[in-house]
């Protein structure tokens, strides 16, 4: 037994700082959500709407939000129509926790592994809004596709990402890149 502990230290040693890290993270975020009635918007969720209004906005597409009164649910319009609805689970903060976690379990040099989880936590959450105003837009015009623009598209779009950011961390920055 000892020979095999030995043998996979360096797997037994990144599993457990993986779901150390994701176990903590996910609590902090659930006493956070605990924070918000059962009947109300979190301001994570709230932050992420109000960006993409703004993205969109910006390129100057009719567009705004409305919070639905004593519900979780943040409600996307485009061109006077509702094109989207969001909910907690769309602000990629579950995302965000999963990388963080991937780059801890590989981690480096102190300071580099800091400002690559804070950089990229920073682009996951901008990826996560334009994300999010991609597909505003593509349910307003591709209705009949919603279950594959949302479901698989989509969020192949941010795990993609995701994935690309753990290949750059761990080939690059990692001490295991040596």
Not at 9 to 20: D, E, G, N, Y
Request: with cysteine; charged share 10%; glycine share 4%.
């Amino acid at each position: 037994m000892k020979k095999y502990l030995i043998l996979y230290r360096p797997f037994l040693v990144f599993l457990a700082k993986f779901f150390l890290t994701y176990f903590i993270l996910s609590l902090v975020y659930q006493f956070f959500l605990s924070g918000f009635e059962g009947n109300k918007v979190d301001s994570i969720t709230q932050l992420v709407a109000e960006n993409t209004m703004q993205l969109l906005t910006f390129f100057g597409a009719d567009f705004y939000i409305k919070i639905i009164p004593k519900t979780t649910n943040i409600i996307f319009y485009y061109n006077q129509q509702a094109a989207a609805r969001m909910i907690e689970g769309c602000n990629a903060v579950s995302v965000i926790i999963l990388f963080i976690s991937f780059v801890v379990s590989f981690s480096g040099k102190l300071k580099p592994t800091l400002f690559f989880i804070f950089g990229g936590s920073i682009f996951i959450y901008i990826l996560n809004v334009i994300r999010i105003a991609l597909l505003c837009l593509a349910l307003y015009w591709f209705p009949e596709h919603q279950s594959l623009l949302h479901e698989i598209v989509f969020p192949l779009f941010i795990y993609g990402v995701v994935f690309i950011l753990w290949i750059i961390w761990v080939n690059k920055f990692s001490l295991y890149a040596k």
